[in-house]
């Protein structure tokens, strides 16, 4: 059972770099490592997802180690509507089949 | 394209009432889901549907049954509402079958029982 570790709560200045870190020190060879972030209530929104390698797409930057207990989500120019709590997720098979399992995930603040 | 659309959008029930909360994919989406989410918490898997024809249970279940009416539609009924059933509930779906399908949520339905 994969779990994911995820600080509770991180803040970051407008414009600079949000570096959010996850721990997945249990992840399978086959587990994919998803980020998603939900924004007051919202629905969850699917950022980014990888295996192995790092992945980029217009949202975000995924930075996986080498050894894939850790990851690293990167918003590289953080707005005021980047606030909100963000879900690193290690999707596995379990008696749900491969549904997406959300822990507490981190509540990141842009601050002006 | 609208994604996934759930509807109402906000309920209110007396307890024993009962509904049937909608949720369509125009994505052509084989997986669906309905998690709830309760103040200040992850949400939690209720029921998924693998591919049309199936469902199954998530963690949470109990009080709830789903249909898998076609391939876009998986509508989520409550037979006798109780207090602890005011939560916020989404849906989700999903491409494929396995671990390499992101899944896209709906903007969810806020129920509140009475």
């Known amino acids: 059972d994969a779990k994911t570790t995820q600080p509770t709560s991180m803040d970051c200045a407008e414009g600079r770099a949000a570096n959010l870190p996850c721990n997945h020190s249990t992840i399978s060879g086959n587990e994919y490592v998803y980020w998603y972030r939900q924004i007051h209530s919202q629905g969850p929104q699917y950022i980014i997802h990888?295996?192995?390698n790092n992945e980029t797409n217009e949202m975000a930057s995924l930075i996986i180690t080498e050894d894939r207990k850790s990851s690293t989500l990167i918003l590289p120019h953080a707005t005021l509507r980047d606030t909100a709590v963000y879900y690193c997720?290690?999707?596995?098979?379990?008696?749900?089949?491969?549904?997406?399992?959300f822990g507490k995930g981190t509540s990141l603040l842009v601050t002006p | 394209n609208a994604g996934v659309t759930q509807t109402p959008k906000f309920q209110v029930l007396k307890t024993g009432q009962s509904m049937t909360l909608q949720c369509a994919q125009d994505m052509n989406h084989n997986s669906m889901y309905w998690y709830r989410q309760d103040p200040g918490m992850g949400l939690r898997l209720i029921y998924y549907s693998a591919s049309e024809g199936t469902t199954d249970k998530g963690e949470v279940p109990n009080g709830y049954n789903v249909s898998r009416l076609n391939k876009r539609e998986f509508s989520l009924r409550l037979e006798s509402a109780a207090p602890s059933q005011t939560s916020v509930y989404f849906c989700?779906?999903?491409?494929?079958?396995?671990?390499?399908?992101?899944?896209?949520f709906g903007n969810g339905t806020r129920l509140t029982v009475t």
């Open positions: 997720i290690v999707r596995e098979y379990s008696n749900s089949g491969y549904a997406l399992n």
């Open positions: 990888g295996l192995k």
């Open positions: 989700a779906s999903s491409d494929g079958t396995g671990n390499n399908s992101p899944l896209h």
